[in-house]
């Protein structure tokens, strides 16, 4: 999964489109949370508004990218 992610890796302006529900953005969280320390647990995500979600994924990509 990890040599997928790369290929995966979505634009930050996709990221923040209107179209990207709160689903795909767990869903993507998730591929994240094995490469990304501080992702929060699923469980956690559930209360959060899709601008957090938005937020969390925009991080984690940036420091995926960093790394």
Not at 1 to 21: F, H, N, V
Not at 45 to 64: P, R, T
Request: a positive charge; hydrophobic letters at 35%; zero cysteines.
């Amino acid at each position: 999964m990890a040599d997928e992610i790369p290929a995966r890796m979505e634009d930050l302006t996709k990221i923040r489109s209107s179209k990207t529900t709160k689903t795909v953005l767990k869903v993507q969280l998730e591929l994240y949370r094995n490469l990304v320390p501080g992702i929060p647990a699923p469980d956690q995500l559930e209360g959060k508004k899709k601008n957090e979600l938005v937020d969390l994924l925009v991080n984690a990509v940036n420091q995926y990218k960093s790394s």
